[in-house]
């Protein structure tokens, strides 16, 4: 019993090692020197030949001069930030309406859209980016926000949401003489920070993350998100060994700011993805 | 409820069928452009010669007889499609099944599962881009900490019988932490009743994992089979990213051939019918998962 149990926490935390070591790694080189990075020696801490302990910021100094970092924040969190905002709040509108108020169609269409959630992205790349071209929002960020601004996803968690909170507020509410869009905003949304918290957490993460469509309709590097300027690095000969002290600092800038965010949402986050996976 | 009330609510719920389409309008303009008019665009575009070059002319089904039948000009559409299936053969069981262990462990009352969970978790929200990042510095063939680890000089992205198998290893590692926890809370919602009819019944750990603990997260093993195949089917950052489809082809998945087609020789005709190839493999994945999943583990 006891050498189960003694067993049971090696693998687990021989698991966790793998899992994440390698940012552990990653980080760990990123201050070092060049030629401690091109080293067969394995040092966890930056260490001089004398034995002494040192750090050098120069490989974020080199990443800094070879990618815009201040500007592929900017853009990158404009893309997020809007689409998080703009998701939110319509796909709000419309869970709410789809658990909420009985018009005509409504049936038919929740589940004509909710047919149209099998169908991937992936598969609308090429003919969204004609769209988007003819729209005229070709190479613009908002090439990146139009798309993605809804998410049938979200609309079927926030309907599924909206219909186990009791009417009884809302029906006080309209006692007082308030409309359809002030009992929403008043009292259907500030009743769902919860899922709210989750849900703007996800897809915020989608949109920093997000590759391919980027790589799709950017063209200028004035665009260019992290995901992408990271990504050009790496296309780029990035590979090549001299770049590496670059790609290691490039990417420990481009990943931490999530895993931070994760930390602190920690427990929604792992809430939402066990809430996610409840299949509909 | 006085009769004043009642109004009130009457005429409120009365107005409910146009405000219904007002909240939902939003939804409805995102859906016509960029979700109808796509499939329908590249419906139409499927059956045309278009490239961006010359003009777009109605050829029928030649796009897709092309891509099936004519592996002279088209020699990438099979091997892709092949490459595919092998990627989800290298990553698909080995991830759910290293997650299934995983969580079996954490369901043992272990200390510190939130320690646990956590750590398992950060691959997965971390950028795919910083991912393939990370990993190309991990194998480096000379100072990479696997070649170290391993104590072999190898190109682990450079060599043809090695390439999609590592690919295949980074998946496993990159999509762990989701399998887990999605296993972990599924085995956690299984009555204790259960387990202790099973320990009544004489069963040892093996025999209680095996007959109550598999076969109740069975639908949750089916569920991620079947949203990993359709993510498989789709992986493109990785190959893109980390060996751009070679060497010599060996990683040139499905989406990395659609998207030279589409944007290196701008053949949206060929791409478009591709969509649809790969559109109607999503939803044969989709249809046999909603019609022929058994209910039961039968043994």
Known sequence: MKMERIFLYIGLILFALVLVFPFIWLLSSSFKESKDIFSTTFELIPKKEDGSFYFTLENYKKAFEYLDFPMLFKNTLIVAV??????????????????????????????????????????????????????????????????????????????????????????????????????????????????????????????????????????????????????????????????????????????????????????????????????? | MSREKLTKLKNWYAKESTMGWVFI???LLYFIVFQLA???????????????????????????????????????????????????????????????VLAAMLNANVKGEGFFKTAYYIPNITAMVAVAAMWIFLLDPKYGLVSQLFDIDQSWLGSKSTALPTLGIMAIWSALGYNVLILLTTMKGIPDELYESAT??????????????????????????????????????????????????????????????????FEMGTASAMSYILLIIILIITWVNFKFIPQRFDD
């Open chain 2, 38 to 100: 796509p499939m329908l665009l590249s419906f139409g575009i499927s059956f045309t010669s278009w490239n961006l070059r010359s003009p777009a002319e109605f050829v029928g089904f030649e796009n897709y007889k092309n891509l099936l039948f004519d592996s002279v000009n088209y020699p990438d559409f099979w091997p892709s499609l092949w490459i595919t299936l092998k990627y989800i053969v290298f990553s698909l069981p080995g991830g759910i099944f290293i997650a299934l």
């Open chain 1, 82 to 280: 809007v689409n998080t905002a703009l998701n939110l709040y319509l796909n709000g509108l419309a869970g709410y309406a789809f658990a909420r108020m009985r018009f005509k169609g409504r049936d038919v269409i929740f589940k004509v859209i909710l047919t149209a959630m099998m169908v991937p992205g992936t598969v609308l790349l090429v003919p969204n980016m004609i769209i988007v071209n003819k729209l005229g929002f070709y190479d613009s960020l908002a090439a990146l926000i139009l798309p993605f601004f809804i998410s049938i996803y979200n609309i079927f968690m926030m309907r599924q949401h909206f219909m186990s909170l009791p009417r009884e507020l809302e029906e006080a509410a309209v006692m007082d003489g308030a409309g359809w869009f002030k009992i929403f905003n008043k009292i259907a949304l500030p009743l769902s920070k919860p899922i709210l918290v989750v849900l703007g957490i996800f897809t915020f993460m989608w949109n920093y993350n997000n590759f391919l469509w980027p790589l799709v309709v950017i063209n200028s590097s004035e665009k260019y998100t992290l995901a992408l300027g990271l990504g050009a690095l790496l296309t780029s000969g990035g590979q090549s060994a001299e770049k590496y002290p670059i790609m290691i600092a490039a990417s420990v800038i481009v990943a931490l700011p999530l895993i931070v965010l994760f930390f602190i949402f920690q427990k929604h986050i792992m809430k939402g993805i066990t809430a996610g996976s409840v299949k509909g």
């Open chain 2, 25 to 27: 309008l939003p939804l």
């Open chain 2, 200 to 265: 009544i019944d004489g069963a040892n750990a093996w025999q209680k994992f095996t007959k109550v603990t598999l076969p109740m997260i069975q639908p949750t093993i089916f569920f991620l089979i079947v949203t990993g195949l359709i993510a498989a089917f789709q992986v493109f950052d990785q190959m893109y990213l980390m060996t751009g489809g070679g060497p010599d082809g060996a990683t040139q998945t499905y989406m990395l051939s659609l998207y030279n087609h589409a944007f290196r020789y």
